[in-house]
């Protein structure tokens, strides 16, 4: 029986964020580069598994030009090994055989707005994830413009399309096919401080609307 396999990511170097779906289950990982322990706490109650990279924001007034690109290319490595790793512990747990057949890569393309260095090193430390995962033998890579996540998860035409409307929109959806949204409907301040939700939350939010865009655009015959 083919399985239904879609492993959603939404990337960024500081704090990128994984939502999978196995058959019927979904999981939700996250690879920040530092939270605090209240964060994390917070976030493994609601089913997220964390691995908090503990690493500090380059500064680049300590490196020299070819100094600091090898500091992204020794960062965007250990994070990218960090995420094979525990894709590769998953695949394993659930007797997963990669197939391109079964399986799908989505992520969200990069935004046309987005300008400078920061966006350069993103592209880099993405296609390194995404070299990496075709090597080992993921085929099936999907790019969903960040307008088409958006009208996913209905945000693309109010006049607030931050995060937080992305994250009020997860609160229309199945709150029992994840922990993490169930608290998100239901007890909302098990995942902030204060009045603000926690790091890596809108993250983890937008990488679960990848998932749902992937299913409504390869036309996928599951639920969730």
């Known amino acids: 029986m083919k399985r239904n396999i879609i492993i959603a990511f939404d ?3 500081s704090k990128p964020a994984m939502c999978m779906k196995i058959d019927e289950n979904i999981l939700f990982y996250t690879w920040p580069a530092k939270v605090d322990k209240i964060t994390i706490e917070k976030l493994e109650n609601s089913g997220v598994v964390v691995r908090n990279r503990n690493i500090d924001p ?7 030009s070819h100094s600091l690109v090898l ?6 490595n250990d994070l990218v090994n960090m995420i094979i790793s525990d894709i590769s512990e998953i695949m394993s747990k659930y007797d ?5 057949d079964n399986i799908i890569i989505s992520s969200e393309g990069l935004s046309f707005a987005s300008k400078g260095d920061a966006t350069l090193n993103l592209a880099a430390y993405k296609q390194v994830l995404l070299n990496k995962l ?3 033998g993921f085929k099936n890579i ?16 109010k006049s607030n399309q931050s995060k937080l409307s ?18 998100l409907i239901y007890n909302e301040s098990d995942l902030k401080k204060k009045t ?11 990488a679960y609307w990848c998932l749902k865009t992937t299913i409504i655009k390869e036309e996928i015959a599951t639920c969730i």
């Open 11 to 13: 990337f960024s170097m």
């Open 58 to 64: 380059i500064n680049k007034s300590k490196f020299d």
């Open 71 to 76: 500091e992204h290319i020794v960062r965007s």
């Open 96 to 100: 997963i055989v990669i197939d391109r």
């Open 134 to 136: 075709y090597e080992l």
């Open 142 to 157: 999907k790019t969903y413009s960040p307008i088409t996540i958006k009208s996913c998860a209905g945000c693309a035409k």
């Open 166 to 183: 992305m994250i009020d929109a997860i609160k229309n959806e199945n709150p029992n096919a994840h922990k993490f949204i169930y608290n």
């Open 196 to 206: 603000s939700y926690v790091n890596t939350v809108d993250d983890l939010v937008d």
